[in-house]
């Protein structure tokens, strides 16, 4: 399958990126970041889609704690020279902003220059990248991202918008903007690190305000301002208007305990968690059955439904049972993903076998490092599609890797 648009193009493209004209306005981007901070910089900020790293890096030698982000090695790989060159220690890190691990972690979060937002193929990608910075940060915390002004989009020719910007590796032709879809599909031409030209077809989602005050008002943000994002002079003076091609988005939360419950009884009140969930719930059901047919050598120890994080089976096979081991079959619900863990009856248990099987544990399964809330000493991922549509089906491919599991664990402990 080929890679995304937005993959192929930043695969190598870091040095002629850092020579585009949109990246030329850190210092005076980075000035408004600052005073939205409130120049307090016990705060940590989470760079999402960081890129080479410019505004990661001047908000680092502005003496704030930052950690950068990015999908592409290349863009991650430069970000770290510069940083070297500045003598600057700064977690540069390759991550999918769909899908960040940072619960909670950070006091304010940055995506500049769309920085992955606007840049996905579907809207629900999109609104992931959001949900994903929106968990992690903390309660109380502060968003500033820049996105494609759909008012622009609606009111000027972007052909001619396109036409007239000259940069140093790359020429952007329009083809067609559809305002149904509010997507901009174009071919983008440049010159990679290599100096070998390529030729992309990308697809670009331009928002209007309301969207994204809709989305972010969902995930806690009370105050959702918007700005005309005007290239290196950030200015809370600038209103948003039709003419600015990026809106600027300044998004504050702050998540009291009452608030909190208002979310959660506007989301019971939907009754769309509860009818996923009864699906969990007879999926489980079905699984439960399955298990006990299929694996009369094991005892089902705990069967747990866990809304809203895991469920999990977990079963005590005679094999293992001496050694204080079992097996799991378990749904991580934010994912809608399947693992398949070997754990153990105790913690202490856990970190023995951890020790002993170090050396032995090879592709597809993974030894799992000790941390907060880790139960797992071995896990594997299930790699089919997870589709409740047919749960007989599911389940039956559930059983059929826990089975392959078994057989491999045996191996291992022998």
Not at 362 to 367: A, F, K, N, R, T
Request: charged share 25%; aromatic share 10%; glycine share 6%.
């Amino acid at each position: 399958m080929a890679d995304p648009w937005y993959v192929s193009l930043f695969k190598n493209y870091a040095h002629h990126y850092d020579n585009e004209s949109f990246t030329r306005g850190t210092l005076g981007e980075c000035d408004f970041i600052e005073q939205e901070l409130g120049y307090d910089k016990s705060l940590t900020i989470l760079d999402v889609g960081c890129g080479t790293g410019r505004h990661t890096i001047e908000l680092a030698k502005r003496g704030y704690t930052v950690t950068g982000i990015d999908l592409s090695e290349a863009q991650l790989k430069r970000a770290k020279e510069k940083a070297e060159r500045e003598k600057l220690n700064i977690p540069f890190l390759q991550a999918d902003a769909r899908n960040l691990d940072f619960e909670g972690r950070f006091d304010a979060a940055i995506m500049l220059c769309e920085g992955g937002f606007c840049l996905m193929e579907t809207d629900k990608e999109n609104e992931a990248i959001l949900v994903s910075i929106a968990r992690s940060l903390k309660d109380d915390a502060l968003l500033i991202l820049t996105a494609l002004n759909g008012l622009f989009a609606l009111t000027h020719p972007l052909a001619e918008f396109y036409g007239n910007i000259e940069d140093a590796g790359s020429t952007c032709a329009q083809n067609h903007f559809d305002a149904i879809r509010m997507r901009d599909g174009n071919t983008t031409t440049f010159i990679d690190d290599e100096q070998v030209e390529h030729t992309i077809h990308s697809t670009e989602r331009f928002y209007i305000p309301s969207e994204i005050q809709t989305m972010l008002g969902r995930l806690g943000f009370s105050s959702v301002e918007f700005f005309g994002a005007t290239l290196g002079s950030f200015s809370r003076d600038k209103r948003l208007s039709s003419d600015d091609f990026e809106m600027l988005v300044v998004a504050n939360r702050k998540l009291s305990c009452d608030v909190l419950i208002n979310h959660y009884t506007d989301c019971i009140q939907s009754g769309l968690p509860q009818r996923g969930y009864r699906l969990i719930i007879s999926l489980f059901n079905e699984l439960q059955a399955e298990l006990q047919l299929r694996f009369p050598q094991a005892k089902i120890t705990a069967i747990h439904q866990g809304y809203p994080d895991m469920s999990y089976a977990a079963l005590a096979f005679k094999a293992f049972e001496p050694l204080g081991l079992k097996l799991a079959v378990v749904y991580l619900h934010r994912k809608n993903s399947f693992e398949f863990w070997l754990a153990a009856r105790s913690r202490s248990l856990q970190d023995t076998w951890r020790e002993k099987l170090r050396a032995k544990v090879q592709e597809p399964y993974q030894l799992v490092e000790k941390g907060r809330g880790v139960d797992a000493i071995v896990s594997t991922v299930f790699d089919h599609p997870v589709s409740f549509e047919n749960q007989i089906t599911l389940t039956a491919q559930l059983c059929d890797t826990l089975q392959a599991m078994f057989s491999y664990v045996e191996e291992l402990l022998q």
